[in-house]
């Protein structure tokens, strides 16, 4: 069973940066790509980035891009959300996703929250 473990959270003041880490253990296989989502109360779950796992295409929500820059560390299993130039409209908490195929996320972190005072 593959599992997800977000880390880097946190409070940071409005132009600050944030660096969220996931890393999956369990996992026998490659997966097709890892994503970052976040929900804000209230709201839907939003798309921030995703990046396939291999070649490293990344793919980035309307809001985040030219901000947020997602990695991937394959010899660690690991993701990373690079987060700079926050707004307080980022606040949410931040979910990491493993992706099988393409089109749908299988597996799912339990989630950090990342809130951005003004």
């Known amino acids: 069973q593959v599992q997800l473990v977000e880390s880097g959270g946190g409070l940071v003041q409005a132009g600050g940066s944030l660096r969220l880490s996931c890393a999956a253990s369990?996992?026998?296989?490659?997966?097709?790509?890892m994503a970052w989502f976040r929900q804000a109360p209230g709201k839907e779950r939003e798309f921030v980035a995703a990046?396939?796992?291999?070649?490293?295409?990344?793919y980035y929500g309307y809001s985040v891009k030219g901000r947020f820059t997602m990695s991937r560390d394959v010899a660690e299993n690991t993701v990373y959300l690079q987060m700079d130039k926050l707004k307080p409209e980022d606040t949410a908490v931040y979910y990491c996703a493993d992706s099988l195929n393409q089109g749908e996320y299988d597996y799912w972190g339990q989630g950090t929250q990342v809130t951005v005072s003004s």
């Open positions: 369990g996992r026998t296989f490659s997966s097709y790509a």
């Open positions: 990046i396939k796992w291999s070649g490293g295409d990344t």
